[in-house]
């Protein structure tokens, strides 16, 4: 019993050092919509009692490269680097940022601000840990892909948007105050193999990003659902 064992663990490894003759690059990038829920990014010098929270998407984007190694048969481990942006816009318009003594409302007085909205964005860097795993072996192929995806925070910025002209803003973060947000990752989608050495994928993915809880003991918490495209090169160490 004791050498079954060991003879399909052997032979599971060996697949798996064969298998480093079956890795790949790919170059990909990614439109995404992103849902915001909460309300740490209301800005500071307005009334939280009397400002709700208009909050939609922007497009967002992510660009980079993946590295793919197939461990076994149709199971393959995905990692990589992607350049990622995640912006939302708040709807403004309507409202006044009041006069200089904090009161005044007055349409003459120069220090009133009619406001149009509010941009925010965070750029981060993406190093995905996936699994993939493939169905068929013709010219077209499905598969499913799962795993996490730190985001290393690069900056976040906040622009606002008036009738006077733009101003930046004090910094806004998303999701609490940690650098690394962490999001869980599913997709499914399909390959198109142009060559031996070459093939087009294309998959909508659904990201859920780690929760956190602002000031007012409410949770933030954004997902996001893109669709991810690009091209892959075979490649073997043998060469």
Avoid at 47 to 63: A, C, D, E, W
Avoid at 177 to 192: E, F, K, M
Wanted: proline residues 3%.
């Amino acid at each position: 019993m004791k050498k079954t064992i060991l003879l399909c663990l052997f032979s599971w490894f060996t697949s798996c050092m064969d298998a480093q003759f079956h890795t790949s690059i790919d170059i990909v990038s990614s439109i995404d919509y992103a849902e915001f829920k909460g309300a740490n990014i209301i800005p500071q010098d307005l009334n939280f009692s009397i400002f709700p929270i208009h909050i939609t998407s922007k497009v967002n984007y992510r660009i980079g490269g993946n590295f793919n190694f197939r461990c076994y048969d149709k199971l393959l481990i995905k990692t990589g680097v992607r350049y990622v942006q995640i912006g939302f816009k708040q709807n403004l318009e309507g409202y006044i940022l009041y006069g200089n003594n904090g009161n005044s409302t007055s349409p003459n007085d120069p220090y009133v601000i009619e406001l149009i909205c509010n941009s925010f964005d965070q750029k981060f860097i993406e190093v995905p840990l996936m699994a993939r795993y493939e169905f068929g072996d013709g010219k077209f192929s499905l598969f499913i892909e799962f795993g996490i995806s730190p985001h290393i925070r690069l900056s976040s910025t906040n622009i606002r948007r008036t009738k006077n002209g733009d101003e930046a803003i004090d910094d806004f973060v998303l999701n609490g105050d940690g650098r690394i947000l962490t999001a869980l990752v599913i997709g499914v989608g399909g390959n198109y193999n142009l060559s031996q050495n070459y093939q087009l994928f294309m998959q909508p993915t659904f990201r859920v990003y780690s929760a956190s809880t602002n000031e007012f003991e409410i949770e933030n918490r954004v997902r996001s659902m893109g669709l991810e495209f690009g091209i892959r090169r075979g490649i073997s160490f043998s060469e």
